[in-house]
């Protein structure tokens, strides 16, 4: 980069010089205006040289822009300068970022929870389901000894029964294969997803949405679990539907035969 020195040699000071001797002869005119002296005229005519040769150059003139309008922090970015932008922004559109904010924390996660295909329902909504439907079914996915101990509800009483194809996580393909042998449409079957509490039962309404099944549920509380099946069933419920134990369950059979007997 040229410096000002170097320039200012190279630029042409024939108007600077002192005057020659010729100038020095001649006498000066006493009718002529008076002129300045002629250090203020070598003054003055350097100072505007040095201006036009900044204003001139393209160099010098970028140099000395940059120098008033250069920032010792260029390329870094003001985190001070962005949180004094957003915090006034915030105060200048209040109910803007409060509508914003609701939206983002409130209408989208309900829209996104509420038009996915695989949602929670309590133990009497279905029952309710599972008993105005007539697509819908019951899987209940505990293992076999849970099953050994607590049977799962029966439903003859609405002239369907309970599919039981225990979910283990290291065999989902195994387990969508016998789900979906169980099932003669998939496509148009509504299932309603019963675990021992409500662990697995979500993981497996999402699976099998995923998988072509027109609906599932997920029990909230499952068979053991507050406001489950179990221990609403007593209020509720109607006794055939009732989750029995083993040794109950021959109990369970006479009073559905007799409660059908009556109905009849």
């Not at 203020?40 to 970028?62: D, R």
Request: aromatic share 10%; net charge neutral; with cysteine.
């Amino acid at each position: 980069m040229t410096s000002l020195p170097i320039i200012l040699a190279s630029f042409p000071l024939r108007n600077l010089t002192k005057p020659s001797s010729t100038s020095q002869t001649l006498k000066p005119n006493p009718n002529s205006p008076k002129q300045p002296p002629i250090h203020l005229l070598t003054k003055t005519h350097l100072s505007v040289t040095i201006s036009q040769l900044i204003i001139t150059s393209p160099v010098l003139a970028s140099e000395s822009f940059d120098s008033i309008s250069s920032d010792p922090s260029s390329g870094r970015i003001d985190l001070e300068s962005i949180l004094v932008t957003i915090d006034n922004f915030f105060n200048k559109y209040p109910f803007f970022v409060a509508g914003c904010t609701f939206i983002y924390l409130v209408v989208y996660p309900s829209v996104i929870f509420y038009l996915r295909k695989y949602k929670p329902i309590s133990a009497m909504n279905a029952f309710r389901k599972l008993k105005s439907e007539a697509d819908s079914q019951l899987l209940d996915i505990r293992d076999d000894k849970t099953l050994a101990t607590l049977a799962s509800p029966n439903l003859k009483f609405l002239g369907k029964s309970s599919i039981q194809v225990p979910f283990s996580e290291n065999d989902e393909d195994g387990f969508l294969m016998k789900v979906k042998g169980s099932f003669s449409d998939p496509e148009s079957t509504v299932v309603c997803v019963l675990d021992n509490f409500d662990g697995n039962s979500s993981k497996v309404a999402e699976l099998l949405i995923k998988n072509g099944f027109k609906e599932a549920y997920y029990i909230r509380g499952g068979a053991r679990g507050k406001n489950g099946w179990l221990a609403i069933q007593e209020e509720l419920l109607p006794p055939p539907v009732h989750m029995y134990t083993a040794k109950n369950v021959k109990s369970s059979n006479n009073n559905e035969a007799s409660i059908v007997g009556t109905e009849n």
